[in-house]
Each structure stands twice: as structure tokens, then as C-alpha cells.
């Protein structure tokens, strides 16, 4: 792999190309990494046909893996991604996501409860708000879908995680 970085000052924002040959798996996770890292994710649909459809990271309520499949949740939809968690994890430092679980990511701007459980655990429950959703209704209103119901969904947070949530909360207050 050869890697080449040009410095130019009139430009004004970053443009990446990957070349390469067909069907490499190298630029492939190259691309999905440069992709998230510029807040889009790649997802493929549960039903229907398997096309493929970049959605911006932030209509993410959560990322979860059963260690071969990622799957992504937004408000409306639950898709697959083709990124292990971990690359997923690396891509998204920084960011409102943070580990909850060996298993899961979350996207922190989603939480609307915390909770204490036993066994020093917590139970976080994530969903979007009603601002959210009336903002996103509005959207599908225009191109002629139904309206959304609010869901949410309950999380447990792993014991060994429950320190980065804590740290997560106080940044956030």
C-alpha cells in the first residue's frame, strides 16, 4: 500500500481518493473508516433489497455486534453494517459514542434516563426526544411517509464500563 499526503494551501477543506484494484478489502475498510470518521456510516437494510445507504452517524441511537454481524439503530429503522464494533469504536473516538458493553456502542445524545442497578450496574435508556421526533415527522411528512412513534429502548451497562459513563455524565453537566 503506498500512501501519499499532499499539502496544499489553497485548499479549503480535505479531499481523500482511494485507488485501487477491484473488490480490495483493504481500501474498503480504509474507505467505511475515512467515511464514519467524516460522520456518515455505511448500512445495509434488514428487509427488502440489500443496497446500500450512507445515513448521517448522528441517526444512530446504537451500534451492537454478536461478534461476526454489527447492527445499527436509528429512530426508525434497524440495519447491518459490514465494520467489526471495534473499528467502529476506534472510528467514532471523540465523538457522543461510548462503550457500554463488550457488545455495544452508544450514541450519549440519546440518553433520557439513568439508572442504578444492582451489582453496581446502571440501565440507560435511549430514544430520541420529542423535539427529535416531531423534527423528523416533519421530514417524512414531505416525502409521504408515516409518522414515527416514539421508541426506546433499555441498555445495561456492562460494570466494567459504568466508570466512562459516570465520566460521560459529569463532562456533560
Not at 500500500?1 to 480504509?30: G, N, Q, Y
Not at 473499528?87 to 439508572?115: G, Q
Request: hydrophobic share 35%.
Amino acid at each position: 500500500m503506498k500512501v501519499t499526503h499532499l499539502i496544499d494551501p489553497s485548499c479549503t477543506t480535505c479531499e481523500v481518493t482511494v485507488r485501487s484494484a477491484p473488490d480490495d478489502p483493504t481500501a474498503a475498510r480504509i474507505t467505511q473508516y475515512l467515511r464514519t470518521a467524516s460522520g456518515k456510516i455505511t448500512v445495509y437494510p434488514l428487509e427488502g433489497l440489500p443496497r446500500k445507504q450512507i445515513i448521517p452517524i448522528s441517526d444512530v441511537l446504537y451500534l451492537e455486534t454478536n461478534g461476526t454481524t454489527t447492527w445499527v439503530q436509528t429512530i426508525d429503522a434497524k440495519y447491518e453494517n459490514k465494520q467489526r464494533l471495534f473499528e467502529l469504536d476506534a472510528a467514532l473516538e471523540n465523538t457522543e459514542f461510548i462503550r457500554v458493553s463488550r457488545y455495544m456502542l452508544i450514541n450519549f445524545d440519546y440518553v433520557t434516563a439513568i439508572a442504578p442497578e444492582f451489582g453496581g450496574r446502571l440501565l440507560l435508556t435511549i430514544g430520541p426526544t420529542q423535539e427529535m421526533l416531531q423534527q423528523k415527522n416533519r421530514l417524512r411528512a414531505q416525502s409521504g411517509q408515516p409518522p414515527l412513534t416514539k421508541k426506546e429502548f433499555e441498555i445495561p451497562v456492562s460494570r466494567s464500563y459504568v466508570k466512562s459513563i459516570k465520566q460521560k455524565l459529569e463532562k456533560a453537566l
